[in-house]
């Protein structure tokens, strides 16, 4: 499966953004769904993930309560809304597909491009 990602952008602390993930080559229903993040000079962190129906989700600390991981599979489609955006959450953001829902890079088998979100003070 290709994945694309997109929706980055500049916004200013406090702001939003909705990250659209597009997939290609099969469908997602096989795949859990998931986003990382890289900032420059670390290493990728786990940022959401989603369960193959849309049921359940787990996230990582940091962004519990501010942002929302969904998926269209009919469309083929993962979006993460950011919300309350901090300039910590600067970051590459990537989406990825796995067969088993987990919080470690090493578990997603695809990965899209990335999409840069630069949130200013």
Known sequence: VQLQASGG????????????????????RSYVMGWFRQATGKEREFVAGISRSGGSAVYADSVKGRFAISRDNAKNMVYLQMNSLKPEDTAV????????????????????????????S
């Open 9 to 28: 952008g500049l916004v200013q602390a406090g702001g939003s953004l909705r990250l659209s993930c597009a997939a290609s080559g099969r469908t997602i």
């Open 93 to 120: 953001y990537y989406c990825a597909a796995a067969l088993s829902l987990g919080t470690l890079p090493s578990m997603y088998a695809y990965w899209g491009q990335g999409t840069q979100v630069t949130v200013s």
